[in-house]
C-alpha cells in the first residue's frame, strides 16, 4: 500500500552504525573528494546526508566561502545534522528536506554526493535527472556504495546495487560515466559528468 512507510530508509534510531569509529579509514573522505574536485569555495550537495558525516567533511573542506547542501528526506537525520555542525561551529552548512518524489536540490552546484543511499531511492532515474540539472557545467556527480562482492561494513548482500544498474541509470538520466574508482575497499565510487565521458562504442549497423 502508498501509505505504509518507506521499509527500506535508514532508521535515524541507528544512526550509531553510521558513524563507526574505523569509517575514516575505510571511506576515504579525502580522497573522494579529491575525484570530485572538491575545494575551497566549492558549493556540494549531500543527498541522503543521514546524520552528516559526511557533511562535515564536505564543510571543513569548502571552508567559509564554501556552502554545503545536507539534503534527507528525513526530518530527524536533518535534526542531528543541525546538532553536529553547531557543535563543530560551522557555519556554511543548509539543511534541505527533500522527499521521495523531489529531493529539491538547489541549481549551480559544483558537486553532488550520494553515498550509501542508492539501495533506499525509489526512483533513481529521477533522482539522477534533478542531480544532473543542479550541477554546473563542469560539474561531478559522484556515487558512493557497497559492492556486492563481500567484506565489510554495510547492508546485507541482497540489499546492495550492482555499478553496472548505477551507471545505467545515470546514463538514462543524461549523465555521462568519468571514471569508476576503485581504490575504496568495501565501495565502489562512480563520477559522472554532463559533458560526454568515453563513450561506450554502439554497434553500427551493416
Known amino acids: 500500500a502508498q501509505d505504509q512507510p518507506h521499509a527500506r530508509?535508514?532508521?535515524?534510531?541507528?544512526?550509531?552504525?553510521?558513524?563507526?569509529?574505523?569509517r575514516e579509514m575505510w571511506q576515504k573522505p579525502d580522497e573522494i573528494m579529491d575525484v570530485?574536485?572538491?575545494?575551497?569555495?566549492?558549493?556540494?550537495?549531500?543527498?541522503?546526508?543521514?546524520?552528516?558525516?559526511?557533511?562535515?567533511?564536505?564543510?571543513?573542506r569548502v571552508?567559509?566561502?564554501g556552502l554545503?547542501?545536507?539534503?534527507?528526506?528525513?526530518?530527524?537525520?536533518?535534526?542531528?545534522?543541525?546538532?553536529?555542525?553547531?557543535?563543530?561551529?560551522?557555519?556554511n552548512v543548509e539543511r534541505v528536506l527533500?522527499?521521495?518524489?523531489?529531493?529539491t536540490l538547489p541549481a549551480d552546484l559544483d558537486a553532488v554526493l550520494i553515498v550509501d543511499v542508492y539501495a533506499e531511492v525509489?526512483?533513481?532515474?529521477?533522482?539522477?535527472?534533478?542531480?544532473?540539472a543542479a550541477l554546473k557545467p563542469q560539474g561531478r556527480l559522484g556515487?558512493?556504495?557497497?559492492?556486492?562482492?563481500?567484506?565489510?561494513?554495510?547492508?546485507?548482500?541482497?540489499?546492495?546495487?550492482?555499478a553496472a544498474d548505477v551507471i545505467r541509470d545515470a546514463q538514462a538520466a543524461g549523465l555521462s560515466?568519468?571514471?569508476?574508482?576503485?581504490?575504496?575497499?568495501?565501495?565502489?565510487?562512480?563520477?559522472?559528468?554532463l559533458e560526454a565521458g568515453d563513450p561506450e562504442p554502439v554497434q553500427t549497423a551493416r
Request: proline letters at 8%.
Open 9 to 22: 530508509l535508514f532508521p535515524p534510531d541507528d544512526i550509531g552504525i553510521l558513524e563507526a569509529p574505523d
Open 36 to 60: 570530485l574536485n572538491v575545494a575551497d569555495g566549492s558549493v556540494v550537495a549531500d543527498v541522503g546526508a543521514g546524520a552528516g558525516w559526511f557533511t562535515v567533511r564536505l564543510a571543513r
Open 63 to 65: 571552508g567559509p566561502n
Open 68 to 91: 554545503v547542501f545536507a539534503q534527507d528526506i528525513q526530518q530527524p537525520m536533518l535534526d542531528a545534522i543541525a546538532y553536529r555542525v553547531n557543535r563543530e561551529g560551522l557555519d
Open 98 to 103: 527533500g522527499t521521495a518524489e523531489d529531493p
Open 122 to 132: 525509489e526512483d533513481p532515474v529521477a533522482l539522477l535527472s534533478d542531480a544532473a
Open 143 to 162: 556515487i558512493v556504495d557497497f559492492t556486492r562482492d563481500g567484506g565489510g561494513p554495510g547492508p546485507e548482500m541482497e540489499s546492495r546495487v550492482d
Open 177 to 193: 560515466l568519468l571514471s569508476h574508482e576503485t581504490f575504496l575497499t568495501y565501495q565502489f565510487l562512480l563520477v559522472f559528468g
